[in-house]
């Protein structure tokens, strides 16, 4: 099983990014899909997450900014970022989680300049 997270870069605060997460030998759509970030020095956080039937949830920082979704038919899951904060920098990680099982892909950086 593979998560593999690209679409980071460097950015200029107010800017946007998607970042993409997309599976190997794993059904995404069967499974809760996250995107967690860490910034240096501070603990992994939860972004924003959506079940299998489309429900989403958001960190309070990123809400009306973040956006997250799915394409099934191309095993990928998004996060569209806009308008995007200095706070925002970080390194991004995509999780698929199901009971007890739970995938993580490597982090793709962003890091946004103000």
């Known amino acids: 099983v593979q998560l593999q997270a690209s679409g980071g870069g460097l950015v200029q605060a107010g800017g946007s990014l998607r970042l993409s997460c997309a599976g190997s030998?794993?059904?995404?759509?069967?499974?809760?899909m996250a995107w967690y970030r860490q910034a240096p020095g501070k603990q992994r956080e939860l972004v924003a997450s959506?079940?299998?039937?489309?429900?989403?949830n958001y960190a309070d920082s990123v809400k009306d900014r973040f956006s997250i979704s799915r394409d099934n038919p191309e095993n990928t899951v998004y996060l569209q970022m806009n308008n995007l904060k200095s706070e925002d920098t970080a390194d991004y990680y995509c999780n698929a989680s199901l009971m007890r099982t739970s995938y993580w892909g490597k982090g793709t950086q962003v890091t946004v300049s103000s």
């Open positions: 030998k794993i059904i995404l759509s069967r499974y809760i």
């Open positions: 959506i079940d299998g039937g489309g429900t989403t």
